[in-house]
């Protein structure tokens, strides 16, 4: 015999929701979510209320309902329901703003609540394939759900924080702080979504809240969660182009081709990359530009296309000779001498070419020192030390791959212990040389952690 579903039976007393009105919400939700077959039924919501488990995606559902109405976030756990889909939700570019909303609130939830079970959602090696195509391609066709109005002062305060957040990542990593941002987002951002506005706010809103949640992505990509990550991107995307802004939802897409060229795809991230310069428009903006330019390069160079690397570089090289700061978004900040060298320094030594790679790797250590970035310091030394590898000075590659170990070590960033990792895979070749064994033992600590 089926247990009485009290959780579910406690929040529709506090709702003061009939059954009959439940159903109704429920049918209504249904269809701004795509799923018109969903169509319950006073009787149907009796029987959940007596144990029944509802099919997906009525848990779902149902939990987006009983949020709307307290205006918190209320989860499938909450309601006795079991588990959300959320981790795979959010991988889904979907057509309805009211599901965005929806899988970014649960995804920034899960982020905070149930972090083990969101780090072991595994990255889908083609999902952003056709989000790309979408962002390219879609208008817009949903309207958020009644609500009290925001303002574009409540933008404003949101837009405010995005900034230290972003100085955070770059100067400390991923690993600091995002924790806090998703818990801000969670609690003062994904809630704003819900409620109405005018058309100038809800753009405006949605450029803020895809700015974050790009954030939020970059942070989790920087600490090695890749499932995570991709799902924040792919939701930023979407939000992005609600936002009608399209270098916002370009350089989401450079995030998510960094990302697939990184993981082993680089002809997924060489089409990322071309999707992004395809929707920038030649005059919206420079460093996003010369950003997607840089990344085509390293996807290319993964590929062993040398030509193609190398005239993806010079554009890269070219678009920011036009970069005017003060007229460049907020996010656009990092995309600097300092990032676009490494990039390229990491670009020449996979073509194998360490001598053109020292110099970028130069380029790049000079100006992250000057603004105190050590995860960029320390990639950059990181790819210094394979030039000098690949010509086969080891003393020089061991004196940079100390300066890589320093700089990662004041940083939390899983992508510096794999540059060091890397560097320690390099190395073998030089065999049981002491000063492969005294990197090895230095660097023993920070791999371990």
């Known amino acids: 015999m089926k247990e009485p579903n009290t959780d579910l039976a406690q929040a529709l007393q506090r709702s003061g929701l009939s059954n009959k009105e439940l159903a109704r919400r429920i049918k209504a939700a249904a269809q701004a979510w795509g799923e018109p077959h969903v169509n319950p039924n006073a009787t149907a919501v009796r029987r959940w209320l007596d144990g029944q488990e509802p099919r997906p ?28 889909r959320s981790a795979d939700r959010s991988l889904v570019y979907n057509t309805s703003y009211a599901v965005t909303v929806e899988a970014v609130a649960d995804l920034g939830r899960a982020d905070v609540d149930r972090r083990k079970f969101l780090a072991a959602a595994p990255f889908a090696a083609v999902a952003a394939v056709g989000p790309s195509r979408d962002w390219l391609l879609n208008t817009l066709d949903q309207q958020p759900e009644p609500g009290p109005r925001v303002r574009l002062e409540d933008v ?10 972003q100085k955070m990542d770059v100067l400390q990593g991923g690993g600091s702080g995002r924790l806090v941002l998703a818990e801000y987002m969670n609690q003062h951002v994904y809630p704003l979504l819900r409620r109405t506005h005018t058309e100038e706010v809800r753009r405006a809103l949605c450029e803020a809240a895809a700015e974050q949640t790009y954030l939020l992505g970059w942070m989790a990509y920087d600490n090695g969660e890749h499932g995570t990550a991709q799902r924040y991107l792919i939701q930023s995307l979407r ?61 290319l160079a993964r590929l062993g296309d040398r030509s193609g690397a190398t005239h993806a570089v010079a554009q890269s090289e070219a678009a920011y000779t036009r970069v005017r700061v003060e007229e460049e978004q907020e996010w656009a900040a990092f995309i600097d001498p300092a990032y676009l060298h490494g990039e390229h320094a990491n670009t020449f030594r996979d073509l194998g070419q360490a001598a053109i790679a020292e110099q970028h790797a130069r380029r790049s250590i000079d100006h992250a020192r000057r603004q105190r970035r ?45 540059a060091v990792q890397d ?12 000063l492969v064994a005294d990197f090895t033992e230095r660097a023993r600590e920070l791999v371990a952690s």
């Open 239 to 299: 939000l992005a182009e609600e936002s009608r802004n399209p270098a916002l939802g370009a350089h989401v897409l450079a995030g998510l081709a960094d990302q697939a060229t990184l993981l082993g795809n680089p002809e997924e991230g060489r089409r990322l990359a071309q999707a992004g310069r395809a929707g920038l428009g030649p005059r919206t903006s420079a460093a996003c530009l010369a950003d997607l330019w840089a990344l085509e390069a390293r996807a």
């Open 423 to 434: 560097l320690q895979r390099r190395m073998k070749p030089f065999g049981r040389h002491r």
């Open 156 to 165: 404003a305060s949101v837009r405010n924080m995005f900034g230290e957040f």
């Open 374 to 418: 050590a995860r960029r310091g320390a990639m950059s030394h990181a790819a210094l030390a394979a030039s000098h590898l690949q010509r086969r000075d080891l003393e020089a590659a061991h004196a940079a791959g100390l300066r890589t170990l320093a700089l990662s070590k004041q940083v939390k960033s899983s992508r510096c212990v794999e």
């Open 57 to 84: 995606p009525v848990p779902d559902i149902l939990a987006d309902v009983f949020s709307a109405h307290f205006g918190y976030r209320v989860t499938t756990y909450d309601l006795g329901l079991g588990r959300s």
